[in-house]
């Protein structure tokens, strides 16, 4: 091959290799492509080529964008899970307060919920929670996020909302869920904390008094809303 040094041929000849043979190979080749027909072979095999490539890839990003959606939801509710609603939270915290725009959180939970699961099963109670989930979403603006936190309680990120209009929100979904009969429980109540940002120090202490409020009204009697400023004021 005259594209390879003398020595070098004389090598590979010594060693097995057919230098003739390899120059037919190239001619061959260099035939083939200048073969008009097989010009557009090619062309349209690479062109399939790249349009399989192609699919691959967007099927590929579809399988990711699946993947790390299962990551951040729920998989019975199909709400954010407790993980990705924390990261939420964080999130509209800090944007809060750069822009000193308020913010409040909803904590609630479906009331007898063991005395649910003892009658019914777990099965109607996963139902219960499905349709819950459902009614909240139908309820809430497309800016409000909502997440499943534990059990049977959801928690309600409310941007750009005070303490008073996220208590009002909580009463509408409060006595949406009242209203609602649900498959073989019939009606079920919640219990409601709300708290907005201004009443916490820091955002993981913005959930303890969350909590605290929703404790508050479980032990009045259930199906209440309970502000956090009502407890401060209840205490002074």
Known sequence: MRYLPEKTIEYL????YD????????QALKNYLKDEGHKKNLKDFSKNLLNDYMALIGMMEIRMEEMS???ETDALTQVFNPMKIQN????EWSRGKRYHSPLSLLLFEIDGWQEIIEAHGRDIGNQILIKLAEIIKA???????????????????????????????AQKL?????RTTFDTVGNI???FGVADRDAAMDVDDWVVILEMALKKA?????NLVIDYETIINEDE
């Open 13 to 16: 000849e010594h060693n097995g």
């Open 19 to 26: 230098a003739q043979r390899d120059h037919d190979c190239y």
């Open 69 to 71: 959606l299962m990551s």
């Open 88 to 91: 939420v939270i964080d999130l």
């Open 139 to 169: 309820n809430i603006r497309t800016t409000d996020v909502l997440g499943r936190w534990y059990g049977e309680a959801f928690i309600l990120v409310v941007p750009t909302t005070n303490n008073v209009q996220a208590e009002w929100l």
């Open 174 to 178: 409060r006595k949406t869920i009242e």
């Open 189 to 191: 109540t919640c219990s």
């Open 218 to 222: 479980k032990e009045k009697g259930r």
